[in-house]
């Protein structure tokens, strides 16, 4: 073989060489590319899609189990019966809460409320007498709303002017002059509250009452409820206290 071929052989084997390399070169490259985008993939899914957490099961105390067995978790029991359950269920120590469950038909607002027998406003409502008294008098109006009778109101007419602006004289319109002003009291310590179901879930859930009350308030506040949202529209509905299990009850068409 001249010496002329074996230049051009080894010419043709170094550009073979430097081809080969190249592929190799640029086959390594977009892996780590690959690898790279993979990594960077990985980093912005949420924990949630990466790992599996198991939540631990809820442990339930025998104080729980005990008053449980006194349902039947099977059975839709009337209103009046539930309440009774309800109050016999609590365990906790302190004045429990009667909550309402709903599932309704559709997701959204279900209308205002006010229920007859619960107390949720934090204004300060005073009767008119000679303690309130002394106070105008003294310029102090420690109050939002100012209830009188027609024997006591005359006494606030030298206070009109300081009363009035601010919207605080009694007047038979707003309920605050009254032959009753205890009821009123009562009537105007209710604030309305919204029923509405969860964002995502046709779910209601709401407070209704207290544990301590008399079990025909409770049931007063919870039919005035099924009355505003519409009996065709619930589904379901279920009572228990803050503290116990609970109790299914059964509403009628």
Same mark, same amino acid.
């Given at each position: 073989m001249s010496k002329t071929s074996q230049e051009l052989k080894a010419k043709k084997a170094k550009k073979e060489l430097a081809v080969e390399e190249k592929v190799v070169t640029e086959t390594?490259?977009?892996?780590?590319?690959?690898?790279?985008?993979?990594t960077e993939k990985v980093a912005q899914t949420p924990v949630e899609e990466t790992s599996t957490v198991k939540k631990a099961a809820r442990v339930r105390g025998k104080k729980y189990k005990a008053v449980k067995k006194k349902i039947d978790i099977l059975?839709?029991?009337?209103?009046?019966?539930a309440i009774k359950l309800v109050k016999e269920t609590s365990i906790s120590k302190f004045d429990g809460k009667v909550e309402a469950h709903l599932t309704v038909i559709d997701i959204g607002n279900l209308g205002e409320i006010v229920f007859p027998h619960l107390e949720t406003s934090t204004k300060r409502i005073v009767v008119l007498n000679d303690a309130i008294l002394a106070e105008i008098k003294a310029g102090k109006v420690n109050f939002d709303i100012l209830i009188a009778t027609p024997t006591t109101m005359p006494k606030l007419l030298p206070f009109a002017r300081v009363l009035g602006p601010k919207g605080l004289m009694p007047n038979p319109k707003s309920g605050t002059l009254t032959d009753k002003p205890e009821e009123a009291v009562k009537?105007?310590? #209710?604030? &309305?509250?919204?029923?509405?179901t969860e964002k995502k879930a046709p779910v209601v859930h709401l407070v209704v009452g207290k544990v301590s009350q008399p079990e025909k308030e409770l049931q007063a506040?919870?039919?005035?409820?099924?009355?505003?949202?519409? #009996?065709? &529209?619930?589904?379901?509905?279920?009572?228990?206290?803050?503290m116990g299990p609970c109790i299914k009850v059964l509403v009628e068409k």
């Open positions: 390594e490259s977009r892996k780590a590319e690959t690898e790279v985008k993979e059975k839709l029991y009337s209103l009046k019966d009537r105007l310590s #209710v604030a &309305k509250t919204m029923i509405k506040n919870i039919e005035q409820l099924i009355k505003v949202i519409k #009996v065709p &529209k619930i589904k379901k509905l279920a009572l228990c206290a803050t």
